[in-house]
């Protein structure tokens, strides 16, 4: 029952960092501050009361439209903080009430920020994705999630090097270098390889249904990123049998 009412207080406040991660996506690519001014209807400009910003709540009871203006506000918005909400519950239920668990709720809200950003504008802001690595950094063994990320991010640089090679075209941008780094640092190695593969197979699909349109990638790395933190003993077991039958 402990669990429950823990669970309750953590989605709402994960309901509200996804609140704050909704102003990160609208205007960090626009290159604007996340601080100043405070939140405003993106139409009309009217800064908005403390009762039109509640998560997921004024969006239902003010039916999806501004309170003043009236336009439509995107369904983006309640489903970025639910997201959020599930989000911080799954990782407690996973980790428990361990010191890091504000790094590890911050570094998946940038990966979720990143994500979003990508969806809409096929662009991975440096502030965002450092950020994502640097919380994925502080956790309890810090020099090991260091060197695993500088690992990772190094070996996808020189792969991307190689390809770029003999593709002649640029195959990695240094954006996926940084996610790779973050994946790294938050599971470790062989499972950062096992996710590196599941995003892959997770891409094949809207790959081929997109065929001409661009895909972001970021969206599936941080998707099997989150599979894989989830399922780290199952994961583990898996790459064992595969290798030692
Ligand atoms: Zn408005």
Known sequence: MENFWYSLVLFVFGTTIGSFLNVVIYRIPKEESIIFPSSRCTHCHTPLKWRHNIPILSWIFLHGKCAFCHTPISA???????ITGLLFV?????????????????????????????????AVPDSVNFFALTMALVQPDFITAAADAAMAALGLYLLGLGVSLIARKEAMGSADVIVAGTMAAILGFPNFFFALFLSAVLAIVPSLIAKETKVPFVPFLALATLIVYLFDRETAQLLDWIMYG
Do not use: C
């Open 76 to 82: 983006q918005y309640p489903f970025v903080e639910l």
């Open 90 to 122: 799954i990782l407690y239920l996973k980790l428990g009430w361990v010191w890091h668990l504000p790094f590890v709720f911050a570094s998946f809200s940038a990966l979720f920020a990143l994500v979003m950003i990508d969806f809409k504008y096929y």
